[in-house]
């Protein structure tokens, strides 16, 4: 599993939070359990709307694992949310 450092725009402000991902998996698959556990600590995404991933200013496709988009072990991420009704 690799390890990467992800940044989530919180109401407390920005938050780290070290997570293991798998190689296969997909931010489809595993972020709703990384936004869960981050919940379970106090910190809630700032804002309304469907989260985004963004990696060296490209917003990530949640459908194909993340070494398949460039991204490596240690990369920062950052998690906000974007608005959906404009």
């Not at 997909?26 to 989260?51: A, C, K, N």
Request: glycine share 8%; proline share 5%; charged share 25%.
């Amino acid at each position: 599993m690799a390890k990467y450092q992800m940044y989530f725009d919180t109401i407390q402000g920005e938050t780290k939070y070290n997570v293991d991902i798998d190689d296969a998996e997909v931010l489809d698959d595993v972020l709703h359990e990384i936004l869960y556990d981050l919940r379970e600590r106090g910190d809630v995404l700032q804002g309304e709307g469907e989260p985004q991933v963004v990696w060296s200013g490209v917003a990530l496709d949640f459908r194909t694992p993340l070494p398949q988009q460039g991204v490596r072990p240690n990369d920062v991420l950052r998690v906000s949310t974007v608005a959906t009704n404009g």
